[in-house]
Every structure is written in structure tokens, then in C-alpha cells.
């Protein structure tokens, strides 16, 4: 064990509180390691069930590790062990003979014995065993190859049953992620016997079956311990070395930016404890849309022992936007309380109206006190991301139909529904007395769209939105050998210079509405597409008027789910049962009904926030002058379709035929590069030549 690079791996420790419990994340390279471990034993478990031929003379393999390999697992599905033995090696070809013999080949050699008044006397499994696999390395038409020379599976000794095989040391292996953990468990002060039940129980395992055994793990946490310690020494000195380098680095951007904010702190000693930083664009930014931030807490730093917290916000593009940055030594209420002050004080004092997070009992608690005005949310994604670790033991092969379950009960809009479903699920899987459980329903005001509705969330808790976060914190995390390099990725990654360009995305009419139109105009693409969406949805929808002058709105074809619609024409307000705009700032089909309905053909200004209008972007765009060339693109391509749609419906063969040549050409269109504007002025104007 070496001091490593900067690596990044997502926090492991599981909100519960308690040591023996941690997350496997789902489809993480790095912190699914674990996951990845019980996929290999189980493949190498299984691989003794598969079909392995017995190796015979003359076979070919490619190398000698192939045949190796080959004969491992021959050897492990009949009952025993390999080990090399004697390799030969020539001047002209290097090693040219290898010899592969049963664990119990030969005789042991009697040792010299050390000067000890009680010397152990240690029982050899050595007994002469003949069995073998000799290899020849042989170059046939510039191609080296090794062919099986000798070949002998005639043995001396009993062999072993399955559950017997695997505790042979050749098989006995202890992965890096159980290294990590064995490691961890160990600097805790748990005892090795300990340490083995807690792999038992994340793993989901018999005692005694791990693919090791508790004197494996007391001899490598014995191997490893000064090890250890020397590394730890080593990377106290890179840390307090790295953090006063970033501390510089911070002073040094100051000078090229002087909006450009950070503070830290230090311990008794004067080294850097915790430190945070944010530049002038991302202050800026805040200002148009800081009324809901991200607050993410998802990785860490195995290298430095240091906890990142990254503030994101959603543009009117819905792309994520950084806002600062922290690196906090601990993950206590003291440590996020530090980190949301300085946050508020670098954002000029603005505190957001929501705040999302993962689950933290620490970090809910700094956020009542230092944010009591703001609405604490926790994303679902949060969660579902650790439900199989939670609960794939308790529930085995019920697992999915619970998450089924599970996601059904989320998603209930009442709060009386929810409670009462919520009772339901729990009692059909036997989860009354689960931890978890009760730790989601201390949380559920958070994160369960019945209590959160109403919360102004501008579409942060959508698949999209966390794909761009995740995008963002992949192009900052990777390994770097020192904090000074991730800084300097953070400020690439935020510079919004460096930021793709939004307006190039046509907007099409689907309405002819006047309405619609009057919406393109002042929305950005991303927020007109949602809003057209409800548009074009809303023309499904009947209304009833009330006696006070509310309406009843319903699908017409669903007689249930009615929103109720509440319209006061003195100042133009209207106010849906579904709460749509309060939670994304964009009106609901079931308003836009009834706004129909009142002969609306433009939107009162009050509903388009400021947020989603194109004059709020960060980047500066030429929409207009792209928007009226897709118009005439637009028109011509509608012509040529309508007449391609006659032609190819009078027979089944040119349907066929023009079903196919679109699929191949809407393929090779999605595979070309992106043009820019100037481009696609002259493709309009080669459309009106024509």
C-alpha cells in the first residue's frame, strides 16, 4: 500500500449512524466496488459449475497465464490446488517451458531450525503428488503459442468437495474494496472475528462463507499495520501541504478575478482545516438563480480524508450551475454549519427558498439552524440509490416488487394517502421494526412529493437535472496528484465562457395557438418545450364552472383525478389544486384550460419568472435571428413531408420502402456534427432559392 493519487469515491458510511452498515451504489465504478466483489465470487463460485474440459497434450494457448488460468479452474471444479514450479529459459527465446504442478507435489524440505527452545513444528500437505501440466513455448508463422507437453491428472491424495476447495489458500483471496473495509473496520477498533461477521452480514452471507477466513484477515491487517501508519504519516504531510497550495492558489485567482470569493479555516495547530471557495460568475449567477440550490455531499476523498460539498443551481436552460465549492475535514453539524454560513456570506446574503441534499442527520440539523427560512428536500434519487443496500438482506427476492411498491407510495400527492400507504408497505414486507424504515419516516416531510408539492423545487429533482450534475462532477473528479490541480478543473468547469451555447434549439409550433406563440418568444427553449407540453395537453381537458367562479378540470376521458382551478380575474391570478407552478414555475395544463377558456391569448406577465425567460441567460444568444431561419426550414420540410406521407400510403411497397430510407437517413442526421447558426442561415437561404 503506497500513498495513492487524489482519488474521489462516493461516501460509503450509510445516514443511519451505525459502523456495520454502508451504501453500495448501483452502476458506480468506484464506490461499487463492493458490489463488483460478491459479482466475482459469485462468477468464480459458479465457474467451477461450468463446463471445463480436461486439459490434454498438444492444447494451444495463446500465453502461459491463459493456461494457467485454464488449469486453476480444472483444478478448483475436481478438488484441488495448482502452483508453478519449474520455469526453463533460453538465450534466443526467454522462457520457453513451464511447469504447472498439483499444491501437493513433492516433499517438503526439512528447514534449518531457528534458535528457539520450542521451534513449531508445521505438517506439510506435500505428499509426491504426480499430477502436472507441463507447457511448451513454440513461434509458428511469427505467432508465439504454448502447447501442452506433459500432462498427467493421476493424484496420490484424496480430493476435496466444493465447500472444502475454497478454503484452499490458492483460492482464498481478499479483495482490494475488502481491503479498504478490513482496513477501515481495523483503525475503528473493531476485533478480526468482529470485522469477519460485518463482511458476513454487507455481504449477505453463511458465517464461513467468505471467500477467506478470519486468520486470512488477521494476518493482513497484521502485514499491513506498520504500513499503515508510515502511509499515514505521508499523507498528514500531503494534506497540510496541499491545502496551504490551495489556500495560494485561492489568493492567486483574487488577482484575476476580483469577484472571486474564499475562506477557510484552522485547527489548533494553525494548519487548514476546512476550506471554500466561488468565483464571480458563479456569484453572479446566484443572483438570477439561487432560489434553489443543491447542496451536494456525495464524494469524498480517500487521499486526503476530506469531505467535498459542491452548491449547484439549475439555469433557465435546465442545465446544472456551480456556485462554490468546500472541502470539510469532518462531516459533522459544526463543519456544515460553517460551510452554509460562508455559502450565504459569499452569496451576498441570499439564502435560497430551497435547499436539496442527500440524507445527513448532521447536515439537517446545520440547515435548520442556519437556514430556518429555507425548505429542506432530499431527492429521490437519493434514496432509490440505497434501497438494495438497505434492504436486499431482509427482503431477498422481494426486493423488487418493494421498490415497485415503494416508488408507487413516493409519488401519492395527499399526505392522509401517503400515511396511510405507507403503513401498508411496511407491514407487507415485515419491515415494522427495520432501522431504515424509520429513518425514511423521520425524513419523509422531505423528500415524499405529498409533503413537498408545494415547495418552489424549478425542476431540480428530475432524471435530467441529475444527469447534468453527474456530468459536471465527473469533468472535476479524477485522479489528480494534489488539490491545487482539482481547483483549477473546478474553476475550467465553471468558467461559463466555456459553457455551450443554448440558443441554437428551434422552437416549434404545435398549437397555432396565439398563446404559444406569445410563450416562444419570451422563453428559453428548455422552458418553453415543458410549457408547450402542458399547452398541447391541455386541449384534453374539459372544465365545469363553480358557483364562486372556481372550475372543476378533468381529463375527458378520465372521470377521477379532477384539479380544481381557482381564478380571480380583479388582479389575474389563478391557482391550481396540483401545484405545478409553486413547484416549477411553469403553469399547468389544467390553468392554461381554463385560461383558454377565459379567451386568454396571452399569458399574464406574472407567470413567466424571471428564471426561465431567454433575457435571463448567462451566455449571450442570437435566438431571434436562428429562430425566424428554422422558420422557413420548418415550412419547406413540412411541404416535402406532407407530399412524401401521400405518395408512400398508396401501396405497401413504397411505404416500405420510404419507412426505410427515413430510418437510414434520420440515423446518419443524428450522426453528423452540430452546425452553427451561420450554417443554418444558409441552408434557409438554399430552401428559398430553390
Known amino acids: ?157 484424496e480430493l476435496l468437495e466444493d465447500d472444502q476447495v475454497r478454503l484452499l489458500p490458492a483460492y482464498r483471496k481478499i479483495q482490494e474494496a475488502d481491503q479498504e473495509r478490513i482496513l477501515l473496520l481495523s483503525k475503528a477498533g473493531f476485533p478480526v472475528n468482529r470485522i469477519v461477521k460485518v463482511l458476513e452480514l454487507e455481504k449477505g452471507v453463511q458465517p464461513g462463507q467468505l471467500p477467506f477466513i478470519e486468520k486470512d484477515v488477521r494476518n493482513f491487517v497484521r502485514t499491513c499495520k506498520k504500513t499503515v501508519q508510515e502511509n499515514d504519516a505521508l499523507l498528514t504531510e500531503k494534506r497540510e501541504n496541499d491545502m496551504l497550495e490551495l489556500v495560494e492558489a485561492c489568493k492567486a485567482t483574487v488577482e484575476r478575478d476580483p469577484e472571486f470569493v474564499y475562506d477557510y479555516t484552522t485547527d489548533e495547530n494553525g494548519k487548514v482545516e476546512n476550506i471554500a471557495w466561488s468565483f464571480g460568475d ?3 449567477a446566484n443572483t438570477v438563480f439561487g432560489d434553489v440550490v443543491a447542496f451536494d455531499t456525495t464524494y469524498r476523498s480517500i487521499t486526503y480524508g476530506l469531505l467535498l460539498g459542491v452548491w449547484f443551481g439549475i439555469d433557465n436552460h435546465g442545465k446544472a450551475i456551480f456556485f462554490g465549492s468546500v472541502l470539510l475535514q469532518e462531516e459533522n453539524s459544526h463543519s456544515f454549519a460553517w460551510a452554509l454560513q460562508t455559502f450565504v456570506r459569499f452569496m451576498r446574503g441570499r439564502q435560497p427558498q430551497t435547499i436539496l441534499t442527500d440524507l445527513d442527520s448532521g447536515l439537517r440539523d446545520a440547515i435548520a439552524r442556519e437556514l430556518p427560512n429555507t425548505k429542506h428536500v432530499i431527492p429521490l434519487w437519493h434514496i432509490l440509490s440505497k434501497l438494495s443496500s438497505w434492504f436486499s438482506l431482509p427482503l431477498g427476492s422481494q426486493l423488487a416488487d418493494f421498490k415497485a411498491d415503494f416508488d408507487m407510495v413516493c409519488h ?139 372550475y372543476l378540470v378533468r381529463h375527458f376521458k378520465k372521470m377521477d383525478g379532477e384539479c380544481l382551478v381557482i381564478w380571480i380575474p380583479d388582479d389575474e391570478q389563478i391557482h391550481c389544486s396540483c401545484k405545478e407552478f409553486e413547484h416549477s414555475g411553469m403553469l399547468c395544463r389544467h390553468s392554461l384550460r381554463v385560461l383558454g377558456v377565459k379567451n386568454y391569448f396571452e399569458l399574464p406577465e406574472k407567470y413567466f419568472l424571471h428564471r426561465w425567460r431567454l433575457e435571463s441567460s448567462l451566455v449571450p444568444m442570437d435566438d431571434q435571428h436562428v429562430q425566424s431561419s428554422s422558420d422557413e426550414c420548418t415550412q419547406a420540410f413540412h411541404s416535402l413531408t406532407a407530399t412524401l406521407l401521400t405518395e408512400s400510403l398508396i401501396s405497401r411497397e413504397r411505404f416500405n420502402y420510404v419507412h426505410s430510407e427515413l430510418t437510414g437517413l434520420l440515423e446518419h442526421a443524428r450522426n453528423m456534427p452540430v452546425i452553427d447558426e451561420f450554417a443554418l442561415n444558409m441552408v434557409a437561404n438554399n430552401v428559398s432559392e430553390s
Open 1 to 157: 500500500m503506497k500513498p495513492s493519487n487524489n482519488i474521489w469515491i462516493r461516501r460509503q458510511q450509510c445516514p443511519c449512524g451505525d459502523w456495520k452498515c454502508y451504501i453500495k451504489y448501483e452502476g458506480d465504478d468506484q464506490s461499487s466496488v463492493s458490489s463488483q466483489l460478491v459479482k466475482s465470487e459469485t462468477m468464480a463460485s459458479s465457474s467451477s459449475s461450468e463446463a471445463v474440459f480436461t486439459p490434454y497434450v498438444g492444447q494451444i494457448f495463446t500465453s502461459d497465464d491463459d493456461a494457467f488460468e485454464y488449469y486453476s479452474n480444472f483444478a478448483r471444479k475436481n478438488g484441488f490446488s495448482i502452483r508453478k514450479a519449474r520455469s526453463t529459459e533460453s538465450q534466443n527465446l526467454g522462457i520457453y517451458r513451464r511447469d504447472f504442478v498439483c499444491y501437493r507435489s513433492g516433499f517438503n524440505q526439512p528447514r534449518k531450525k531457528a534458535n528457539v527452545e520450542h521451534p513449531r513444528e508445521r505438517k506439510s500437505v506435500r505428499c509426491g503428488c504426480d499430477a502436472k501440466l507441463y507447457l511448451t513455448k513454440e513461434i509458428v508463422d511469427g505467432v508465439t503459442q504454448w502447447y501442452v507437453s506433459q500432462f498427467s491428472n493421476v493424484h496420490n491424495h
Open 412 to 550: 401519492l400527492e395527499s399526505v392522509e394517502d401517503f400515511e396511510h400507504q405507507w403503513k401498508i408497505l411496511v407491514a407487507r414486507f415485515g419491515l415494522i421494526s427495520d432501522k431504515h424504515i424509520a429513518l425514511l419516516l423521520s425524513y419523509r416531510a422531505s423528500w415524499s412529493l405529498s409533503y413537498i408539492r408545494s415547495c418552489f423545487l424549478a425542476r431540480m429533482l428530475t432524471a435530467e437535472f441529475s444527469q447534468s450534475l453527474d456530468l459536471f462532477l465527473k469533468r472535476i473528479l479524477s485522479a489528480q496528484t494534489c488539490l491545487q490541480v482539482f481547483f483549477e478543473q473546478v474553476g475550467i468547469a465553471s468558467n461559463l465562457q466555456n459553457q455551450p451555447r443554448e440558443g441554437m434549439q428551434y422552437k416549434h409550433i404545435k398549437t397555432c395557438m396565439p398563446l404559444e406563440e406569445h410563450a416562444r418568444s419570451i422563453l428559453t427553449p428548455y422552458a418553453f418545450n415543458l410549457l408547450q407540453h402542458e399547452i398541447v395537453l391541455s386541449m384534453q381537458y374539459a372544465t365545469t364552472e363553480m358557483a364562486n367562479g372556481s
Open 282 to 284: 458563479s456569484v453572479r
